[in-house]
């Protein structure tokens, strides 16, 4: 029995010179892609007439092609301004994910494993997706941690990183949460297993300071900037779950949501505080102004 390969939203793909519709196929089984997952990717948002931060995103994607060991076909300009155009081609009711990507078609030249850095491939892939931002999520302390740079890509917005979160997130729905408290090999609070967290102790905002074990978001230094502008005291600091345990307030950054309050950790129930409310209002606020999206 085939499985259906169409999309669940409308989607638009430019690949190759052209605007395609819908799920085209892209690679086949000999590709390095699909074998041995030479997969990068970033998101950026567009709602309100607004894709806040794209230029950061795009500026982001290629990054993580080199250091994935593959060559930008594209100028991070050129991948906005194509975003753009591509936003004309939907109705404008809905929000729309926007997801530039780059990928390897073949193995260097003497080893099948490492990508070839003159086979690269582009495509940007635009698709439906509803805001959820602000919707209340609940969490769990996964037994899976993030993987240090010395045992993976960390360091891009790599596809090979996601079946990790998304064992962390299986786990998660198994015990009747919605996602997973990641810790990095440490032991300290990383992220979640979606998203970039933060926590309230005191008045004093905290989230965990960058070590190269999680991707510390656009979206998460665009809130920590604003929570500042507005006078909190944001402090990047090394965090246990004891500390996210005893927090005021729990929230959630994330380029897909925006800003989430958590409800509950394990076995503590939470409200969602005004701490996260603020940070949320601040985004919005600030993503409505000019300059600070493309139109």
């Not at 196929?25 to 041995?36: E, Q, V």
């Not at 899976?144 to 090979?160: I, N, Q």
């Not at 198994?174 to 967290?197: C, H, I, K, P």
Request: charged share 20%; with cysteine.
């Amino acid at each position: 029995m085939s499985v259906d390969t169409a999309p669940r939203s409308p989607t638009w793909t430019y690949v190759d010179g052209q605007w395609l519709p819908g799920n085209p196929p892209l690679i086949g089984p000999t590709s390095h892609a699909m074998w041995l997952a030479s997969t990068v990717f970033d998101g950026a948002r567009w709602f309100n007439g607004l894709a806040p931060d794209l230029d950061l995103h795009c500026q982001r994607v290629n990054r993580s092609a080199i250091a994935m060991g593959m060559k930008p076909t594209m100028t991070p300009e050129e991948i906005e301004q194509l975003a753009l155009e591509g936003v004309t081609r939907f109705d404008g009711n809905t929000a729309i994910y926007i997801k530039p990507m780059y990928w390897a078609e073949h193995g260097m030249p003497g080893s099948i494993v490492a990508p070839d850095a003159a086979s690269t491939r582009f495509a940007l892939c635009l698709f439906e997706a509803p805001m959820d931002a602000g919707a209340p999520v609940t969490l769990t302390v996964s037994s899976l941690r993030r993987p240090s740079p010395e045992t993976a890509m960390t360091d891009a917005k790599a596809g090979s990183l996601y079946p990790n979160s998304g064992r962390a997130i299986l786990e998660a729905r198994s015990r009747g949460f919605g996602g997973a408290l990641m810790l990095d090999m440490n032991g300290n609070v990383a992220e979640t297993s979606s998203a970039n967290v933060f926590m309230v102790k005191d008045g004093v905002v905290f989230t965990p300071v960058p070590n190269r074990t999680f991707l510390a978001g656009i979206t998460r230094s665009r809130v920590m900037g604003l929570l500042r502008q507005a006078g909190f005291d944001v402090r990047e600091a090394t965090l246990s779950v004891e500390d996210f345990r005893e927090a005021d307030e729990i929230f959630c950054s994330g380029n897909y949501s925006k800003v989430s309050p958590v409800t509950k950790l394990d076995d503590r129930e939470l409200q969602a505080g005004p701490v996260a409310r603020k940070a949320l209002d601040l985004y919005m606020e600030w993503s409505a102004k000019p300059g600070a999206g493309a139109e």
